[in-house]
């Protein structure tokens, strides 16, 4: 069943900086009374907050960022981010931001009306997982497209001017990932064709809340990362965020009497540095972050997974997972302090605990009853896999597993029906066929444990943050964040938020824009199941 990890993947840099073409919306003359104009005077603080609107046809998506800029109705540039001369670089893996947020960066801007955006990067890649055919057997394979050469303009939209004045403010820099990543075909081991990366994002103003209940609002939930120190006061912590093989960043945390402590510490003085945690807060006006949950799901971890299962093997207790994130020292490699692994990492299970996030909870309420365990565990399900020793890189006997948890995960689908159970409303959905439940269900060596893994059974209740403009009926493609759990064959999802969805998108077959070339290695698994791997090489 396993899938080959490769070795460390060089960054893909983008050999020339991509200037962000903004689109320059500006009002028309007359079309504002000067009565409504805002007097500015002095600077504002102004935090950028991250976030994706995606389907499921792309699982990762990383971008190095180098310089964000504004530019004025008067021509007047105000500098977010400016190109870093040393230390590490800024940027973020977009797809666990899909229906989520996290802060960027804190900047102090002159207070003015903003009319356009510039935005440099230095690097950027994406990643598709596809199984099918290749010559004449069944295969999973990973296709990490990346950057090589300057594409197209990328570009920054903003709906309307951006007003920045008062002492704080947010701005929300949304990837549309569907427009951003162009896949041809995910399955050719010969070389990818009608692929490209022309990040096009939409730039706009964020309204925070004191009391958040979701992105859209400040609330920033599901945040994975490492305590790197424990602030003198005793209340907060600064916390290193994983994106990707480029970079990581660090957010400033706090605490106060309402934050809930979980799964591995009932309270703060349980937290130290190199621990790493799950959590919920809400964005504060200077950038940081006010808890509101903290969990530490395996206080002993010195390695940390996050990403949707890939494999589970059928003939002994191993699985893979797609590390999206990836938090620990890993696997040494030849690099003293660790290195990013491709494709799939490889565990044993037949010891771990099985468990689920804390961050809904009503799931004693559901009307059916919530499991995750080791017999109904499916690859497509996103979870957080730690380890207490270093990641082995070949078996056959894969580092074990100390805990694995079920965290939430977006899904892209369309509504076919609904129906009453209970307190919830039960929506049927259909997933796209290159969504990871239907993709990765049937594959040699692995348990076949669903009936229809192109159907969701989505519960909204009360709690449901309702997000979506189009209608939640028949028809609609909607976005919808929650638990997953595999109930005896049936996907059902424990619903937190709804968004409005991104259509389907079939793959360009005929269209060849290669900015890499690919590199496959093939290796054979318990229960004579093969598989594939790859990784991409060349001009980078």
């Known amino acids: 069943m396993r899938l080959a990890a490769s070795s460390p993947r060089p960054l893909f840099a983008i050999s020339s900086t991509l200037i962000i073409a903004a689109a320059l919306l500006t009002t028309g003359c007359g079309s504002s009374g000067s009565a409504s104009t805002p007097q500015f005077s002095g600077n504002t603080a102004v935090t950028v907050v991250l976030s994706s609107t995606a389907n499921d046809q792309v699982s990762a998506l990383e971008l190095q960022f180098q310089s964000l800029t504004l530019t004025s109705q008067s021509g007047k540039t105000a500098a977010l981010l400016s190109a870093p001369t040393s230390g590490p670089a800024v940027g973020a893996e977009f797809m666990h931001l899909n229906s989520a947020a996290e802060p960027l960066l804190t900047a102090t801007i002159p207070q003015d009306l903003y009319t356009s955006a510039t935005v440099s990067l230095t690097g950027g890649q994406f990643t598709c997982i596809a199984s099918g055919l290749v010559d004449g057997e069944q295969t999973l394979s990973m296709a990490f497209f990346g950057s090589g050469t300057p594409a197209s303009a990328v570009t920054v939209n903003l709906p309307s001017p951006v007003t920045v004045t008062g002492s704080s403010m947010a701005l929300s820099l949304d990837l549309l990932v569907s427009q951003s990543a162009t ?233 076919t029906g609904s129906s009453t159970s209970g307190n919830f409303t039960d929506y049927t959905v259909t997933l796209a066929p290159y969504d990871l439940f239907p993709t990765l269900a049937i594959q040699q060596g692995q348990t076949t444990l669903l009936n229809n893994p192109s159907q969701v059974e989505v519960y909204v209740d009360s709690n449901t943050q309702m997000l979506n403009a189009q209608p939640l009926a028949a028809g609609s493609t909607l976005r919808f964040y929650g638990l997953v759990f595999n109930d005896t064959g049936t996907l059902r999802m424990d619903c937190a938020q709804v968004n409005d969805g991104v259509d389907f998108t079939a793959p360009n077959a005929n269209e060849r824009r290669n900015v890499a070339q690919a590199q496959t290695t093939r290796r054979a698994g318990p229960g004579g199941m093969e598989q594939i791997n790859t990784v991409t090489t060349g001009s980078h």
Do not use: H
């Open 183 to 415: 896949i041809g075909s995910c399955l050719n081991v010969d070389g990818f064709t009608g692929y490209s990366l022309t990040p096009t994002f939409n730039l706009t103003p964020l309204s925070l809340s004191s009391s958040p209940t979701n992105a859209a609002n400040g609330e920033v939930t599901g945040t994975e990362g490492m305590i790197v120190s424990i602030n003198s006061g005793g209340n907060g912590f600064t916390l290193s965020v994983p994106e990707g093989d480029f970079v990581t960043r660090t957010l400033s945390v706090t605490s106060d009497s309402a934050t809930l402590f979980q799964q591995g510490v009932s309270s703060f003085s349980a937290l130290s540095a190199g621990m790493f945690v799950n959590m919920d807060g809400g964005l504060q006006p200077d950038g940081s972050l006010l808890a509101t949950r903290i969990a530490v799901e395996d206080p002993s971890a010195i390695n940390v997974m996050t990403g949707p299962l890939i494999q589970v093997a059928a003939e002994v207790p191993d699985l893979a997972v797609f590390g999206r994130q990836q938090q620990g020292p890993l696997t040494g490699f030849e690099a003293p302090d660790g290195a990013y692994w491709e494709g799939g990492a490889y565990f044993g299970f037949s010891a771990a605990v099985f468990q689920v996030s804390g961050q809904l909870t009503n799931l004693q309420s559901l009307p059916f009853a919530p499991s995750f365990s080791a017999s109904n565990m499916v690859a497509g399900q996103n979870v957080d896999v730690s380890t207490a020793s270093e990641i082995t890189l070949s078996g056959p006997d894969y580092t074990p597993a100390n805990t694995i948890t079920l965290i939430p995960q977006a899904i892209d689908a369309t509504v």
